[in-house]
């Protein structure tokens, strides 16, 4: 005798802002397929990061008599205010939000009654990789010495996530563990990874090398690898570290030159993590959301996704690796699921 899903015949959708891509692709596939072992219906929206698309997208599935809606990467400035106005018009929908900040014209946090948010575990990414540089200089941390870091970071208020992470990265630096030799940025954000080589290019003929700059830190992949490129190019020795993994960044890894490691989260994971989310709040089980052990009690209903190192040594460790199949070389912190929102349906359902 199986479970009742509570939530059987229901129709959700999973509207991404962004483009597809392999990582966004594991969450629609897991999404739909755990949507799918709950009994439900469900779509996937990729928006080519037109907000108006995004937008497009939303009213036209709580028009159309979608039960719930996984909304992801909305942008600040207009997520608040939207939301808001498409749950008045239709107060029986479920919103579950990622990676989408709410915040009024004052630029003051908000929240929204019954909408989960939820994040990546953004100030754990810097932390964990600022750790990486620290292990990698472990001489210099011996010595009491800080280590020398050339920063790879947006300026406050660019985006949420990268905010986010210089609270983690911060904390180092308040410390005095590390130094910022510099901090740099791309100049051109419609082509980030070869504006960010040409940058890091002009930085190191200001350094000598090592003797300098003990390691790179980058908020994010798209940017480390253009850094990737002006070190190999410049025949450079110093380590580098980014957030965010996808295939390229697996080959650069597997070069075995500077790139060290990656903070991610398991992109596989994600996609049935927001689908149980999405299925407690129309179950109306938002005790068993707010039980999930990532769930922060200071912040309201918000809960952030554990980061996970995976390192140079684990990906050249075994041939044939990409982001498809990281689990096989990655530490276990990358496949646990312990963490997850759940309930004795769900259990039953799901199999955790």
């Known amino acids: 005798d199986t479970a009742e899903s509570p939530v059987a015949g229901k129709k959700v959708a999973y509207i991404m802002l962004m483009s597809s ?7 629609a596939d897991s999404f739909q397929q755990t949507a799918e072992k709950l009994g439900m219906e469900a779509d996937v929206f990729f928006c080519s990061d037109n907000a ?3 937008k497009t997208n939303v009213e036209s599935c709580a028009n159309g008599g979608y039960d719930g809606l996984m909304v992801s990467h909305g942008g600040q400035e207009y997520a608040w205010d939207f939301l808001k106005g498409v749950l008045e018009q239709h107060p029986d929908l479920k919103i579950a939000t990622f990676d989408t900040p709410f915040k009024d014209a004052n630029g003051e946090v908000q929240k929204i009654d019954g909408v989960t948010q939820f994040f990546q575990q953004d100030a754990g990414f810097a932390r964990s ?3 990486e540089l620290l292990t990698l200089n472990k001489d210099k941390v011996d010595a009491g010495e800080p280590v020398r870091i050339l920063q790879v970071q947006q300026g406050a208020g660019y985006n949420s996530p990268f905010d986010r992470r210089q609270v983690g990265y911060q904390e180092y630096l308040d410390s005095g563990k ?3 030799v510099e901090r740099i940025a791309p100049t051109d954000d419609q082509n980030a990874t070869s504006s960010m080589r040409d940058v890091t290019a002009a930085t190191l003929q200001k350094y000598n090398d ?3 700059i003990d390691g790179i830190w980058c908020c994010y992949d798209a940017y480390a690898q253009g850094v990737y490129q002006a070190l190999v190019a410049a025949n450079s020795q110093i380590p580098m570290v980014s957030v965010d993994i996808c295939n390229e960044d697996i080959q650069f ?8 490691a990656c903070a991610t989260t398991n992109w596989t994971s994600n996609g049935e993590f927001a689908c149980r989310i999405l299925a407690l709040e129309m179950a109306d089980q938002y005790d068993d959301i707010a039980a ?3 769930y922060d009690k200071e912040i309201g209903s918000w809960l952030e996704i554990p980061s996970t190192i995976v390192t140079q040594e684990q990906v050249m460790s075994k041939d044939g690796i990409t982001v498809e199949n990281l689990q096989e070389v990655a530490d276990a912190s990358y496949t646990d699921t312990s963490w997850m929102p759940t309930c004795d349906w769900m259990v039953e359902l799901l199999g955790h």
């Open 129 to 131: 990789l600022v750790e």
């Open 52 to 54: 108006d698309t995004w």
């Open 210 to 212: 090592t003797e300098d």
């Open 178 to 180: 590390i130094v910022n």
């Open 292 to 294: 999930a052990s990532c």
């Open 253 to 260: 890894m597997r070069e075995g030159k500077n790139w060290k």
């Open 21 to 27: 891509a392999t990582i966004f692709q594991m969450w």
